[in-house]
Protein backbone atom coordinates (compact mmCIF):
# COMPACT_ATOMS: atom_id res chain seq x y z
CA UNK A 1 0.00 0.00 0.00
CA UNK A 2 1.61 3.30 -0.95
CA UNK A 3 -0.08 5.06 1.69
CA UNK A 4 1.54 2.94 4.29
CA UNK A 5 4.95 3.09 2.63
CA UNK A 6 4.86 6.71 1.81
CA UNK A 7 5.45 10.27 4.33
CA UNK A 8 5.46 13.35 3.06
CA UNK A 9 5.88 16.23 5.70
CA UNK A 10 8.83 17.80 7.60
CA UNK A 11 11.50 16.30 9.13
CA UNK A 12 9.93 17.23 12.52
CA UNK A 13 6.73 15.87 11.90
CA UNK A 14 8.95 12.72 10.79
CA UNK A 15 10.44 12.21 14.36
CA UNK A 16 7.47 13.04 16.16
CA UNK A 17 6.05 10.14 14.12
CA UNK A 18 8.55 7.97 14.62
CA UNK A 19 8.45 8.78 18.81
CA UNK A 20 4.81 8.78 19.17
CA UNK A 21 5.40 5.09 18.23
CA UNK A 22 8.20 3.93 19.72
CA UNK A 23 8.86 6.33 22.60
CA UNK A 24 8.75 3.79 25.00
CA UNK A 25 11.81 2.52 23.97
CA UNK A 26 13.99 5.15 25.11
CA UNK A 27 13.19 4.04 28.62
CA UNK A 28 11.68 7.36 29.92
CA UNK A 29 8.53 6.52 30.07
CA UNK A 30 5.06 4.47 28.34
CA UNK A 31 4.11 8.18 26.35
CA UNK A 32 5.84 10.53 24.34
CA UNK A 33 5.74 14.20 26.04
CA UNK A 34 3.75 16.93 24.81
CA UNK A 35 5.65 19.23 23.20
CA UNK A 36 6.03 23.15 23.92
CA UNK A 37 3.56 25.24 21.27
CA UNK A 38 4.78 28.41 21.64
CA UNK A 39 8.09 30.55 22.92
CA UNK A 40 6.60 32.33 25.76
CA UNK A 41 5.74 28.68 27.54
CA UNK A 42 9.11 27.83 26.98
CA UNK A 43 10.79 31.52 28.27
CA UNK A 44 8.57 31.21 31.50
CA UNK A 45 9.75 27.53 31.83
CA UNK A 46 13.75 28.73 31.46
CA UNK A 47 13.32 31.72 33.50
CA UNK A 48 12.16 29.00 36.39
CA UNK A 49 15.20 27.08 35.60
CA UNK A 50 17.63 30.41 35.96
CA UNK A 51 16.08 31.34 39.43
CA UNK A 52 17.03 27.78 40.60
CA UNK A 53 20.82 29.10 40.28
CA UNK A 54 21.59 32.02 43.40
CA UNK A 55 23.81 33.92 41.64
CA UNK A 56 22.13 34.02 38.12
CA UNK A 57 19.17 34.82 39.72
CA UNK A 58 20.23 38.09 41.24
CA UNK A 59 22.00 39.05 38.17
CA UNK A 60 18.28 38.14 36.22
CA UNK A 61 16.45 40.31 38.72
CA UNK A 62 18.34 43.46 37.99
CA UNK A 63 17.91 43.50 35.00
CA UNK A 64 14.96 45.66 33.03
CA UNK A 65 11.92 43.61 31.65
CA UNK A 66 13.31 43.99 27.85
CA UNK A 67 16.59 43.07 29.13
CA UNK A 68 15.43 40.00 30.96
CA UNK A 69 13.57 38.62 27.53
CA UNK A 70 16.56 39.41 25.31
CA UNK A 71 18.64 37.08 27.97
CA UNK A 72 16.17 34.38 27.90
CA UNK A 73 15.52 34.63 24.00
CA UNK A 74 18.89 34.46 23.80
CA UNK A 75 19.64 31.47 26.15
CA UNK A 76 16.74 29.99 23.93
CA UNK A 77 18.47 30.26 20.87
CA UNK A 78 22.09 28.90 22.25
CA UNK A 79 20.03 25.47 23.85
CA UNK A 80 18.62 25.01 20.50
CA UNK A 81 21.93 25.48 18.38
CA UNK A 82 22.90 23.10 20.82
CA UNK A 83 20.65 20.46 20.37
CA UNK A 84 21.11 20.71 16.36
CA UNK A 85 25.10 20.55 16.44
CA UNK A 86 25.30 17.57 19.01
CA UNK A 87 27.20 20.46 20.99
CA UNK A 88 27.44 20.92 24.78
CA UNK A 89 27.10 23.78 27.02
CA UNK A 90 25.94 26.93 25.43
CA UNK A 91 27.73 27.69 22.43
CA UNK A 92 27.90 31.59 21.18
CA UNK A 93 26.10 33.09 24.71
CA UNK A 94 28.05 36.30 25.48
CA UNK A 95 26.61 36.92 28.84
CA UNK A 96 29.82 36.27 31.16
CA UNK A 97 27.29 34.51 33.96
CA UNK A 98 25.49 32.27 31.69
CA UNK A 99 28.70 30.88 30.03
CA UNK A 100 29.89 30.18 33.65
CA UNK A 101 26.87 28.45 34.54
CA UNK A 102 26.17 27.01 30.89
CA UNK A 103 26.00 23.14 31.97
CA UNK A 104 24.00 23.91 34.69
CA UNK A 105 21.40 26.02 33.17
CA UNK A 106 20.96 23.43 30.17
CA UNK A 107 20.25 20.47 33.31
CA UNK A 108 17.98 22.75 34.80
CA UNK A 109 16.00 23.18 31.90
CA UNK A 110 16.19 19.45 31.13
CA UNK A 111 14.65 18.53 34.38
CA UNK A 112 11.97 21.40 34.34
CA UNK A 113 11.00 19.87 30.86
CA UNK A 114 10.88 16.51 32.09
CA UNK A 115 9.14 17.33 35.42
CA UNK A 116 6.25 18.61 33.10
CA UNK A 117 5.95 15.83 30.84
CA UNK A 118 7.15 18.54 28.00
CA UNK A 119 9.83 18.28 25.12
CA UNK A 120 10.95 21.15 23.28
CA UNK A 121 10.68 21.75 19.54
CA UNK A 122 14.42 20.49 18.79
CA UNK A 123 14.29 17.48 21.19
CA UNK A 124 11.78 16.05 18.54
CA UNK A 125 15.43 15.76 16.36
CA UNK A 126 17.65 14.71 19.26
CA UNK A 127 15.43 12.08 20.46
CA UNK A 128 14.32 10.43 17.57
CA UNK A 129 18.22 10.35 16.63
CA UNK A 130 19.27 8.35 20.14
CA UNK A 131 16.67 5.86 19.23
CA UNK A 132 17.87 5.38 15.72
CA UNK A 133 21.48 4.70 17.28
CA UNK A 134 20.33 3.17 20.71
CA UNK A 135 17.62 0.52 19.29
CA UNK A 136 19.41 -0.07 15.80
CA UNK A 137 16.38 -2.60 14.85
CA UNK A 138 13.86 0.80 15.11
CA UNK A 139 16.24 2.54 12.78
CA UNK A 140 16.57 -0.68 10.42
CA UNK A 141 12.07 -0.66 10.19
CA UNK A 142 12.13 2.61 8.68
CA UNK A 143 15.10 2.33 6.67
CA UNK A 144 13.14 -0.92 5.44
CA UNK A 145 9.62 0.73 5.05
CA UNK A 146 10.69 3.76 3.13
CA UNK A 147 13.91 2.81 0.95
CA UNK A 148 13.95 6.37 -1.06
CA UNK A 149 14.35 9.24 0.85
CA UNK A 150 13.02 12.89 -1.21
CA UNK A 151 14.72 16.26 0.94
CA UNK A 152 13.52 19.28 -0.45
CA UNK A 153 15.43 22.45 1.02
CA UNK A 154 18.38 20.18 1.42
CA UNK A 155 20.08 24.06 1.50
CA UNK A 156 19.21 24.41 5.27
CA UNK A 157 20.11 21.56 6.61
CA UNK A 158 21.31 21.75 10.06
CA UNK A 159 23.61 18.64 11.51
CA UNK A 160 21.19 17.12 13.45
CA UNK A 161 18.82 16.50 10.47
CA UNK A 162 21.32 15.70 8.18
CA UNK A 163 23.08 12.85 10.80
CA UNK A 164 19.13 11.52 10.57
CA UNK A 165 19.10 11.40 6.82
CA UNK A 166 22.25 9.75 6.47
CA UNK A 167 21.53 7.08 8.99
CA UNK A 168 18.05 6.19 7.00
CA UNK A 169 19.54 6.98 3.42
CA UNK A 170 22.92 4.97 3.87
CA UNK A 171 21.46 1.13 4.17
CA UNK A 172 19.78 1.32 0.79
CA UNK A 173 22.11 4.68 -0.80
CA UNK A 174 18.53 5.88 -2.45
CA UNK A 175 18.59 9.93 -1.72
CA UNK A 176 17.79 12.65 -3.30
CA UNK A 177 19.15 16.03 -2.07
CA UNK A 178 17.00 18.83 -3.97
CA UNK A 179 18.77 22.58 -3.01
CA UNK A 180 19.57 25.88 -4.06
CA UNK A 181 22.81 27.70 -2.15
CA UNK A 182 21.48 31.49 -3.40
CA UNK A 183 18.40 30.19 -1.01
CA UNK A 184 20.42 29.43 1.92
CA UNK A 185 18.45 31.61 4.44
CA UNK A 186 18.55 29.49 8.36
CA UNK A 187 22.29 29.46 9.30
CA UNK A 188 21.58 31.39 12.42
CA UNK A 189 19.84 28.04 13.51
CA UNK A 190 22.59 25.81 12.54
CA UNK A 191 22.06 25.14 9.31
CA UNK A 192 24.65 25.01 6.22
CA UNK A 193 25.04 24.07 2.60
CA UNK A 194 28.42 22.25 3.53
CA UNK A 195 25.88 19.55 4.44
CA UNK A 196 25.01 18.85 1.23
CA UNK A 197 27.93 19.79 -1.16
CA UNK A 198 30.40 18.16 0.67
CA UNK A 199 29.29 15.92 3.52
CA UNK A 200 26.17 14.14 1.28
CA UNK A 201 28.97 13.75 -1.49
CA UNK A 202 31.09 12.44 0.67
CA UNK A 203 29.08 9.63 2.71
CA UNK A 204 26.95 8.47 -0.76
CA UNK A 205 30.20 8.81 -2.49
CA UNK A 206 29.08 8.37 -6.30
CA UNK A 207 26.37 11.18 -6.68
CA UNK A 208 24.97 12.17 -9.59
CA UNK A 209 24.46 15.81 -9.42
CA UNK A 210 21.90 17.77 -11.64
CA UNK A 211 21.22 21.35 -12.40
CA UNK A 212 18.13 22.89 -12.60
CA UNK A 213 18.45 26.34 -13.83
CA UNK A 214 14.89 27.20 -15.64
CA UNK A 215 12.19 29.15 -13.26
CA UNK A 216 8.76 28.16 -13.93
CA UNK A 217 7.55 30.44 -11.98
CA UNK A 218 9.04 33.88 -11.94
CA UNK A 219 8.38 36.03 -15.20
CA UNK A 220 11.81 37.21 -17.69
CA UNK A 221 12.08 40.87 -15.56
CA UNK A 222 11.84 39.60 -12.05
CA UNK A 223 14.46 36.61 -13.14
CA UNK A 224 17.01 39.67 -14.40
CA UNK A 225 16.18 41.56 -11.34
CA UNK A 226 17.12 38.48 -9.08
CA UNK A 227 19.99 37.00 -10.92
CA UNK A 228 22.68 39.17 -9.30
CA UNK A 229 22.04 38.32 -6.10
CA UNK A 230 22.76 34.40 -7.38
CA UNK A 231 25.41 32.71 -6.07
CA UNK A 232 27.69 32.07 -8.69
CA UNK A 233 27.12 32.86 -12.29
CA UNK A 234 26.47 29.36 -12.43
CA UNK A 235 23.58 29.52 -9.87
CA UNK A 236 21.98 32.24 -12.70
CA UNK A 237 18.31 31.27 -13.99
CA UNK A 238 17.41 31.48 -17.65
CA UNK A 239 15.49 34.42 -18.06
CA UNK A 240 14.94 34.02 -22.00
CA UNK A 241 13.20 30.71 -21.51
CA UNK A 242 10.29 32.19 -18.93
CA UNK A 243 6.89 32.75 -20.85
CA UNK A 244 6.26 36.50 -19.83
CA UNK A 245 8.00 39.62 -19.32
CA UNK A 246 6.26 40.85 -16.13
CA UNK A 247 6.96 44.26 -14.48
CA UNK A 248 9.47 45.35 -12.28
CA UNK A 249 10.56 48.29 -10.75
CA UNK A 250 12.48 50.77 -7.69
CA UNK A 251 10.68 52.91 -6.51
CA UNK A 252 12.28 56.35 -4.27
CA UNK A 253 9.75 57.34 -1.96
CA UNK A 254 10.36 60.15 0.68
CA UNK A 255 9.33 58.39 3.92
CA UNK A 256 7.82 55.44 4.82
CA UNK A 257 4.28 57.33 4.89
CA UNK A 258 4.28 58.10 1.37
CA UNK A 259 5.63 54.53 0.58
CA UNK A 260 2.83 53.27 1.92
CA UNK A 261 0.68 55.27 0.35
CA UNK A 262 2.50 54.87 -3.13
CA UNK A 263 2.04 50.86 -2.54
CA UNK A 264 -1.78 51.24 -1.87
CA UNK A 265 -2.36 52.99 -4.39
CA UNK A 266 -0.58 50.40 -6.84
CA UNK A 267 -2.40 47.86 -5.31
CA UNK A 268 -5.99 49.87 -5.68
CA UNK A 269 -4.71 50.28 -9.43
CA UNK A 270 -4.34 46.39 -10.19
CA UNK A 271 -6.79 44.99 -8.55
CA UNK A 272 -9.68 47.43 -10.04
CA UNK A 273 -7.73 48.19 -13.42
CA UNK A 274 -8.19 46.54 -16.55
CA UNK A 275 -7.27 42.41 -17.07
CA UNK A 276 -3.42 41.89 -17.67
CA UNK A 277 -2.56 39.18 -19.95
CA UNK A 278 -0.04 38.03 -17.93
CA UNK A 279 -2.30 37.56 -15.23
CA UNK A 280 -4.37 34.63 -15.78
CA UNK A 281 -7.93 35.47 -14.25
CA UNK A 282 -8.83 38.50 -12.21
CA UNK A 283 -6.19 40.30 -9.66
CA UNK A 284 -7.46 39.84 -6.51
CA UNK A 285 -5.59 41.02 -3.06
CA UNK A 286 -5.51 37.26 -2.30
CA UNK A 287 -2.48 37.00 -4.58
CA UNK A 288 -0.36 40.20 -3.85
CA UNK A 289 2.10 39.55 -1.00
CA UNK A 290 3.68 42.83 0.54
CA UNK A 291 7.06 41.70 1.81
CA UNK A 292 9.69 43.25 4.19
CA UNK A 293 12.94 42.33 6.36
CA UNK A 294 11.09 42.58 9.73
CA UNK A 295 7.84 44.03 11.72
CA UNK A 296 8.87 47.44 12.31
CA UNK A 297 9.65 48.07 8.31
CA UNK A 298 5.92 47.46 8.03
CA UNK A 299 4.15 49.97 10.43
CA UNK A 300 3.45 52.65 8.69
CA UNK A 301 1.90 50.37 5.76
CA UNK A 302 -0.75 48.75 8.55
CA UNK A 303 -1.50 52.12 9.82
CA UNK A 304 -2.42 52.73 6.27
CA UNK A 305 -4.04 49.18 5.12
CA UNK A 306 -6.67 49.73 8.02
CA UNK A 307 -7.37 53.23 6.87
CA UNK A 308 -7.60 52.11 3.40
CA UNK A 309 -9.85 49.17 4.91
CA UNK A 310 -7.85 46.88 2.70
CA UNK A 311 -8.24 43.38 3.76
CA UNK A 312 -5.04 41.51 5.06
CA UNK A 313 -3.15 38.84 7.01
CA UNK A 314 -0.11 39.23 8.69
CA UNK A 315 1.49 35.69 8.30
CA UNK A 316 3.30 34.29 11.00
CA UNK A 317 6.10 31.18 11.40
CA UNK A 318 5.07 31.02 15.09
CA UNK A 319 3.60 27.29 15.95
CA UNK A 320 0.64 26.80 17.84
CA UNK A 321 -2.74 28.74 18.09
CA UNK A 322 -2.96 32.49 19.23
CA UNK A 323 -6.63 33.58 20.89
CA UNK A 324 -8.02 37.16 20.64
CA UNK A 325 -10.91 36.01 23.27
CA UNK A 326 -9.98 35.30 27.13
CA UNK A 327 -12.69 32.62 27.16
CA UNK A 328 -10.84 30.59 24.02
CA UNK A 329 -7.67 31.22 25.97
CA UNK A 330 -8.88 29.65 29.30
CA UNK A 331 -10.89 26.82 27.15
CA UNK A 332 -7.39 25.82 25.15
CA UNK A 333 -5.54 26.02 28.48
CA UNK A 334 -8.00 23.56 29.36
CA UNK A 335 -7.16 21.14 26.45
CA UNK A 336 -3.71 21.24 27.64
CA UNK A 337 -4.01 20.18 30.84
CA UNK A 338 -6.23 17.08 29.63
CA UNK A 339 -3.63 16.29 27.25
CA UNK A 340 -0.90 16.72 29.69
CA UNK A 341 -2.13 17.28 33.49
CA UNK A 342 1.49 17.70 34.64
CA UNK A 343 1.88 20.59 32.80
CA UNK A 344 2.30 23.20 35.98
CA UNK A 345 2.62 26.08 33.69
CA UNK A 346 -0.07 25.35 31.91
CA UNK A 347 -2.15 25.29 35.21
CA UNK A 348 -0.73 28.84 36.28
CA UNK A 349 -1.35 30.71 33.17
CA UNK A 350 -5.48 29.24 34.04
CA UNK A 351 -5.38 30.29 37.60
CA UNK A 352 -4.47 33.73 36.75
CA UNK A 353 -6.85 34.31 33.84
CA UNK A 354 -9.45 33.03 35.77
CA UNK A 355 -8.73 34.63 39.35
CA UNK A 356 -7.48 31.99 41.26
CA UNK A 357 -4.93 33.70 43.55
CA UNK A 358 -3.32 31.17 45.53
CA UNK A 359 -0.21 29.56 44.42
CA UNK A 360 0.18 26.17 42.60
CA UNK A 361 1.92 23.15 44.15
CA UNK A 362 3.60 20.68 41.70
CA UNK A 363 0.42 18.98 39.84
CA UNK A 364 -0.45 15.75 41.58
CA UNK A 365 -4.05 15.18 39.72
CA UNK A 366 -3.76 12.07 37.50
CA UNK A 367 -6.07 13.25 35.09
CA UNK A 368 -6.43 16.57 33.80
CA UNK A 369 -10.40 16.99 34.33
CA UNK A 370 -10.04 16.47 37.84
CA UNK A 371 -7.63 19.38 38.44
CA UNK A 372 -10.05 21.25 36.01
CA UNK A 373 -12.81 19.99 38.57
CA UNK A 374 -11.32 21.21 41.30
CA UNK A 375 -10.60 24.88 40.29
CA UNK A 376 -14.60 25.57 39.95
CA UNK A 377 -14.64 26.92 43.93
CA UNK A 378 -12.19 29.30 43.34
CA UNK A 379 -12.75 31.48 39.80
CA UNK A 380 -13.74 34.51 40.54
CA UNK A 381 -17.56 35.42 39.96
CA UNK A 382 -17.57 36.96 36.34
CA UNK A 383 -15.72 33.72 35.23
CA UNK A 384 -18.31 31.54 36.64
CA UNK A 385 -20.92 30.64 34.76
CA UNK A 386 -18.58 29.98 32.06
CA UNK A 387 -15.58 28.30 33.67
CA UNK A 388 -18.63 25.75 34.57
CA UNK A 389 -19.74 25.70 31.08
CA UNK A 390 -15.92 24.61 29.85
CA UNK A 391 -15.74 22.50 32.24
CA UNK A 392 -18.92 20.18 31.23
CA UNK A 393 -17.19 20.62 27.67
CA UNK A 394 -13.70 19.14 29.07
CA UNK A 395 -15.61 16.33 30.42
CA UNK A 396 -16.88 15.43 27.24
CA UNK A 397 -13.42 15.84 25.51
CA UNK A 398 -12.05 13.79 28.38
CA UNK A 399 -14.31 10.58 27.66
CA UNK A 400 -13.28 10.73 24.15
CA UNK A 401 -10.83 13.30 23.03
CA UNK A 402 -11.89 12.50 18.91
CA UNK A 403 -15.36 14.38 20.08
CA UNK A 404 -13.91 18.23 19.77
CA UNK A 405 -15.81 19.31 16.93
CA UNK A 406 -19.23 18.93 18.57
CA UNK A 407 -17.59 20.06 21.80
CA UNK A 408 -16.83 23.56 19.62
CA UNK A 409 -20.31 23.53 17.82
CA UNK A 410 -21.86 23.94 21.33
CA UNK A 411 -19.53 26.74 22.38
CA UNK A 412 -20.26 28.63 19.44
CA UNK A 413 -24.22 28.22 20.40
CA UNK A 414 -23.10 29.46 23.81
CA UNK A 415 -20.98 32.87 22.83
CA UNK A 416 -24.38 33.32 20.13
CA UNK A 417 -27.20 32.66 22.78
CA UNK A 418 -24.82 34.61 26.62
CA UNK A 419 -26.59 37.85 27.62
CA UNK A 420 -23.74 38.66 29.46
CA UNK A 421 -20.83 39.59 26.94
CA UNK A 422 -20.70 42.32 24.82
CA UNK A 423 -20.46 42.26 21.05
CA UNK A 424 -17.01 42.34 20.80
CA UNK A 425 -16.14 39.84 23.13
CA UNK A 426 -18.69 37.71 21.55
CA UNK A 427 -17.10 38.31 17.99
CA UNK A 428 -13.92 37.70 19.07
CA UNK A 429 -14.51 34.05 20.76
CA UNK A 430 -16.98 33.10 17.51
CA UNK A 431 -13.75 33.77 15.42
CA UNK A 432 -11.30 31.78 17.48
CA UNK A 433 -13.72 28.67 17.85
CA UNK A 434 -13.66 28.91 14.04
CA UNK A 435 -9.72 28.57 13.90
CA UNK A 436 -9.59 26.25 16.30
CA UNK A 437 -12.76 24.39 14.14
CA UNK A 438 -10.41 24.67 10.95
CA UNK A 439 -7.29 23.31 12.63
CA UNK A 440 -9.33 20.34 13.62
CA UNK A 441 -10.58 19.66 10.57
CA UNK A 442 -7.42 19.78 8.71
CA UNK A 443 -6.35 17.34 12.02
CA UNK A 444 -9.14 14.90 11.00
CA UNK A 445 -8.39 14.69 7.61
CA UNK A 446 -4.91 14.07 7.60
CA UNK A 447 -4.68 11.44 10.30
CA UNK A 448 -6.68 8.27 10.25
CA UNK A 449 -9.28 7.61 12.72
CA UNK A 450 -7.71 5.03 14.48
CA UNK A 451 -4.77 7.63 15.15
CA UNK A 452 -6.51 10.58 15.85
CA UNK A 453 -6.15 12.04 19.64
CA UNK A 454 -5.78 14.96 21.91
CA UNK A 455 -2.35 15.00 22.46
CA UNK A 456 -2.16 13.96 18.79
CA UNK A 457 -3.73 16.81 17.72
CA UNK A 458 -1.69 19.23 19.90
CA UNK A 459 1.51 17.74 18.75
CA UNK A 460 0.45 18.40 15.43
CA UNK A 461 -0.44 21.95 16.27
CA UNK A 462 2.98 23.03 17.55
CA UNK A 463 4.74 21.47 14.53
CA UNK A 464 2.31 24.19 12.48
CA UNK A 465 1.29 21.79 10.12
CA UNK A 466 -2.75 22.00 10.51
CA UNK A 467 -2.51 25.58 11.17
CA UNK A 468 -5.49 27.55 9.22
CA UNK A 469 -3.98 29.13 5.87
CA UNK A 470 -6.11 32.27 6.58
CA UNK A 471 -8.76 33.50 4.27
CA UNK A 472 -8.50 32.85 0.61
CA UNK A 473 -8.92 36.82 -0.64
CA UNK A 474 -7.24 38.98 1.50
CA UNK A 475 -3.90 40.59 0.82
CA UNK A 476 -0.71 39.01 2.67
CA UNK A 477 1.47 40.92 4.75
CA UNK A 478 5.20 38.72 5.81
CA UNK A 479 8.23 38.99 6.34
CA UNK A 480 10.69 36.96 3.99
CA UNK A 481 10.97 34.23 6.03
CA UNK A 482 7.96 33.15 6.66
CA UNK A 483 7.09 33.28 2.62
CA UNK A 484 9.75 30.76 2.12
CA UNK A 485 8.13 28.36 -0.45
CA UNK A 486 5.53 30.31 -1.60
CA UNK A 487 4.68 32.50 -4.74
CA UNK A 488 2.17 35.30 -5.63
CA UNK A 489 1.76 37.03 -8.68
CA UNK A 490 2.16 40.21 -7.27
CA UNK A 491 5.03 40.92 -4.21
CA UNK A 492 6.00 44.55 -3.62
CA UNK A 493 9.51 44.69 -1.13
CA UNK A 494 9.30 47.47 1.36
CA UNK A 495 12.00 49.14 3.79
CA UNK A 496 14.80 48.48 1.04
CA UNK A 497 17.54 50.41 3.05
CA UNK A 498 20.24 49.72 4.47
CA UNK A 499 20.60 48.86 7.95
CA UNK A 500 16.89 47.09 7.26
CA UNK A 501 17.72 45.16 3.97
CA UNK A 502 20.71 44.13 5.03
CA UNK A 503 20.08 43.80 8.77
CA UNK A 504 22.29 46.34 10.53
CA UNK A 505 24.22 43.53 11.89
CA UNK A 506 25.17 41.97 8.82
CA UNK A 507 28.91 43.05 8.56
CA UNK A 508 30.50 42.82 4.21
CA UNK A 509 31.87 40.15 3.50
CA UNK A 510 30.38 37.77 6.31
CA UNK A 511 28.25 34.45 6.14
CA UNK A 512 25.87 37.01 7.56
CA UNK A 513 25.65 39.23 5.34
CA UNK A 514 25.81 36.52 1.95
CA UNK A 515 22.63 35.28 3.81
CA UNK A 516 21.26 38.72 3.66
CA UNK A 517 21.36 38.40 -0.43
CA UNK A 518 20.19 35.08 -0.42
CA UNK A 519 17.06 36.04 1.68
CA UNK A 520 16.99 38.91 -0.55
CA UNK A 521 17.07 36.69 -3.50
CA UNK A 522 14.30 35.06 -2.02
CA UNK A 523 11.69 37.66 -1.44
CA UNK A 524 12.03 38.56 -4.97
CA UNK A 525 11.40 35.49 -6.45
CA UNK A 526 8.77 34.64 -4.62
CA UNK A 527 7.13 37.31 -7.46
CA UNK A 528 5.44 35.48 -10.44
CA UNK A 529 4.36 38.60 -12.74
CA UNK A 530 5.12 41.57 -10.92
CA UNK A 531 7.53 42.61 -8.26
CA UNK A 532 7.72 46.37 -6.99
CA UNK A 533 10.34 47.36 -4.67
CA UNK A 534 10.51 50.26 -2.86
CA UNK A 535 12.89 52.71 -0.02
CA UNK A 536 12.17 55.85 2.23
CA UNK A 537 14.66 58.26 1.53
CA UNK A 538 14.35 58.94 5.50
CA UNK A 539 12.43 56.78 8.21
CA UNK A 540 11.71 56.81 11.83
CA UNK A 541 13.60 55.04 14.04
CA UNK A 542 12.66 52.35 16.80
CA UNK A 543 13.81 55.27 19.19
CA UNK A 544 12.19 57.83 18.02
CA UNK A 545 14.65 60.03 15.72
CA UNK A 546 14.46 60.52 12.03
CA UNK A 547 17.01 60.01 9.62
CA UNK A 548 18.19 59.89 6.25
CA UNK A 549 18.50 56.78 4.72
CA UNK A 550 20.70 54.57 1.72
CA UNK A 551 19.17 52.36 -0.91
CA UNK A 552 19.84 48.71 0.18
CA UNK A 553 23.19 47.44 -2.07
CA UNK A 554 20.79 44.79 -2.98
CA UNK A 555 18.51 47.31 -5.17
CA UNK A 556 22.01 48.26 -6.66
CA UNK A 557 23.05 44.91 -7.89
CA UNK A 558 19.35 44.81 -9.80
CA UNK A 559 21.06 47.21 -11.80
CA UNK A 560 17.22 48.85 -11.79
CA UNK A 561 17.00 52.80 -12.23
CA UNK A 562 14.73 53.89 -8.96
CA UNK A 563 12.12 56.08 -10.09
CA UNK A 564 10.55 58.71 -7.48
CA UNK A 565 6.97 58.02 -6.26
CA UNK A 566 6.15 61.69 -6.55
CA UNK A 567 6.33 61.07 -10.76
CA UNK A 568 3.51 59.24 -10.82
CA UNK A 569 2.45 55.30 -11.35
CA UNK A 570 5.05 53.59 -12.91
CA UNK A 571 4.82 50.50 -13.95
CA UNK A 572 8.14 49.32 -16.15
CA UNK A 573 11.56 50.85 -15.60
CA UNK A 574 14.00 49.96 -18.24
CA UNK A 575 17.88 48.75 -17.01
Known sequence: DLGARSFVGTIHAFCQMVLEAHYSALGEGERMPTIFERDEDRMALLEKALHMIPSVSQALEAKSDKERRVILM??????????????????????????????????????????QQRIDFDDLLVLTHRLFTEQTHILEHYAGLYRYLCVDEAQDLNAIQYELIRLLGQPNGNVLLIGCKSQAIYGFNGASIEFMEKAFCADFDPVQKHELLKNYRSARSVIRAANPLAGTTADQMKPDEAAFEGECAVIACEDEEQEAKWVIGKIDALVKGAPRNDI????????????????????????????????????????????????????????????????????????KQVGVEESASYVSATKGIALLESLCGSVTSDWRERFSFCVQEWRKVADDGTKLLPVLERIKTFASESTTWDEHERARVLADVGIMRDCWTRYTHNTASEYRSLSGFRAKLSLGVVRPSGASDVLTLATVHSV????????????????????????????????????????????????FMTYPKNRLMPWGDRKPQQMSRFLSMTTLCPTSAGEGSVLRVAE
Open 74 to 115: NLLAAINAAKRSFAAGLPGVSDRLCAEYADTIRDNFEAELHA
Open 280 to 351: EGALTYGRIAVLARNRFAMKALEEALIAASIPYELRQQQNGLTFDSDFMRVFDLGLCLLANPRSQLHLNQLR
Open 484 to 531: KGLEFDVVFLIGMVEGVFPDYRAQTGTRQMKEEQNEAFVAMTRARRLL
